[in-house]
């Protein structure tokens, strides 16, 4: 016997009340409880959202914490690095982290198992070998620039490539998860555990008499990401290795890596263009600045985060129905507009509610932020209103029109944080990455409708695709 909202409302509520409620409810029933292809994908993106709310305020709470400990200019310092370095980690995987998501469902369903072990395999030991080597290119590059950087980060980069292996790895093993609808093991450790055992530790450490300060932020960030990443791969592997036989193996190293490449080039220019202003901003601004605009930032995570949660449950549907019937891929694809927009716009009118008083926790410089939030929401929403048409293009094959699409937008965005930062600050900033979100929007839209013949845009998709 299962649990039931809707039987349950009909023995417990009013009449009235119940059959008031029974379609909501019946549609929470299968939410949790449907078990074809669209149930699960809805419970995993339910999963994931409910993760990143979760990590949302943990690291709400720990980035006020540290903000609160090291003050704006060392917070400043230490954001940076950090922002870099989980983007360097990203980017190190060279798009198997997300390939892996296509590859897996698709030689499951042909029953490719060779090609399974294979991949699952060959994708760790390259991914390991690929980030260690960027990993020592870049405290070199780090070094030899040492004339031309700040003397404040110079140090503590050199510190934050030690994480770039772990941070490639945990990425890896969240596609791997993803690829299995696994939404525990591909979202709680980067998202709840690692941020608690930072705060932690960073705790520990100044309890013994280190310095509040950047350095002693990104020992204890080197220390988390070991032991996460370490607990997530006997994770994940222990799992994986029930789920698939031994046997032989079968690789194709070279058809991978043709097709990771272009996804590569979507994850960079993607996860470049998420983060670009903050990069700009330390380029051109100094680390309070920095420490300011991260703030306010984060603060509107939570808004990012339902589209994210959504990108997370659906990729690897995306890439089982393209293989099937196209009519079942895109009525699940308008879907998930609805999904990705409704959420998010609720989520934007709470954080505008409530964003003056969360900046002042971090400390009362902060408030300055409080106006930018405003500008940077209409591009959040914007992304929002078509879903998630990067993970639609990449698992259906588009990935190299995605990548140019993302190719222009990161153009777009740099150029505009050029010519608007030396002229307005950290608005110039803001609106170079609201207009930025805005043309991605808009051109990914217009791109999944000319190749899918989709209408991936919320007032064109229909609420109730089945």
């Known amino acids: 016997m299962r649990f039931s909202?809707?039987?349950?409302?009909?023995?417990?509520?009013?009449?009235?009340?119940?059959?008031?409620?029974?379609?909501?409810?019946?549609?929470?029933?299968?939410?949790?409880?449907?078990?074809?292809?669209?149930?699960?994908?809805?419970?995993?993106?339910?999963?994931?959202?409910?993760?990143?709310?979760?990590?949302?305020?943990?690291?709400?709470?720990?980035?006020?914490?540290?903000?609160?400990?090291?003050?704006?200019?060392?917070?400043?310092?230490?954001?940076?690095?950090?922002?870099?370095?989980?983007?360097?980690?990203?980017?190190a995987c060279l798009g198997f982290h997300t390939s892996v998501i296509r590859y897996i469902p698709e030689y499951r369903e042909r029953g490719l198992m060779d090609e399974l072990r294979g991949i699952v395999l060959a994708s760790r030991l390259f991914v390991l070998i690929a980030s260690t080597l960027i990993a020592g290119l870049g405290a070199l590059g780090v070094w030899l620039a040492a004339p031309w950087i700040e003397s404040y980060y110079v140090i503590p980069f050199i510190l934050g490539v030690i994480c770039l292996p772990m941070i490639a790895m945990s990425d890896l093993l969240s596609g791997l998860?993803?690829?299995?609808?696994?939404?525990?093991?591909?979202?709680?450790?980067?998202?709840?555990?690692?941020?608690?055992?930072?705060?932690?530790?960073?705790?520990?450490?100044?309890?013994?008499?280190y310095a509040p300060d950047a350095r002693t932020a990104i020992f204890a960030s080197i220390a988390a990401t070991y032991v996460t990443t370490l607990g997530q791969l006997v994770g994940v592997t222990q799992r994986m290795e029930r789920q698939i036989p031994a046997g032989p193996i079968k690789v194709h190293f070279a058809q991978w890596f043709v097709v990771s490449l272009p996804i590569f080039l979507v994850e960079s220019f993607f996860f470049l263009l998420t983060n670009a202003d903050v990069l700009m901003v330390g380029a051109y601004m100094d680390p309070n600045d920095v420490a300011v605009y991260f703030a306010t930032v984060k603060t509107l995570a939570l808004v990012h985060f339902v589209y994210f949660a959504v990108k997370a449950g659906v990729a690897q549907r995306y890439a089982q129905f393209t293989h099937g019937d196209p009519q079942r891929l895109a009525a699940f694809a308008r879907e998930t507009v609805s999904w990705t927009f409704w959420p998010s716009l609720l989520m934007a009118l709470l954080v505008l509610a409530l964003g003056e008083p969360m900046l002042v926790l971090f400390g009362p410089e902060f408030t300055s932020g409080y106006p930018l939030l405003f500008l940077l929401v209409f591009g959040v929403v914007a992304r929002a209103a078509v879903g998630p048409c990067e993970s639609l293009l990449t698992m259906s094959g588009n990935q190299n029109i995605c990548a140019a699409v993302y190719a222009m937008t990161l153009a777009f965005n740099i150029a505009l944080n050029v010519v608007l930062i030396p002229m307005f600050g950290l608005w110039g900033a803001a609106m170079a990455t609201a207009f930025a979100m805005i043309f991605e929007a808009g051109a990914l839209s217009f791109t999944v409708w000319r190749k899918l013949g989709i209408a991936m845009l919320i007032f064109l998709a229909p609420k109730g695709a089945a």
């Open 5 to 91: 909202a809707a039987t349950t409302a009909g023995r417990f509520l009013p009449q009235r009340w119940a059959l008031r409620m029974g379609p909501l409810l019946g549609r929470i029933d299968a939410v949790l409880f449907t078990a074809d292809e669209r149930g699960e994908a809805s419970r995993m993106s339910v999963i994931a959202f409910s993760i990143r709310i979760v990590s949302a305020v943990i690291a709400f709470i720990s980035q006020v914490l540290m903000a609160r400990w090291m003050g704006s200019f060392e917070y400043g310092i230490f954001v940076l690095v950090w922002v870099t370095m989980v983007i360097v980690g990203n980017l």
């Open 177 to 209: 998860a993803r690829a299995n609808s696994w939404a525990l093991f591909a979202l709680s450790p980067t998202y709840l555990v690692r941020p608690v055992l930072i705060l932690l530790f960073m705790a520990l450490m100044l309890f013994v008499g």
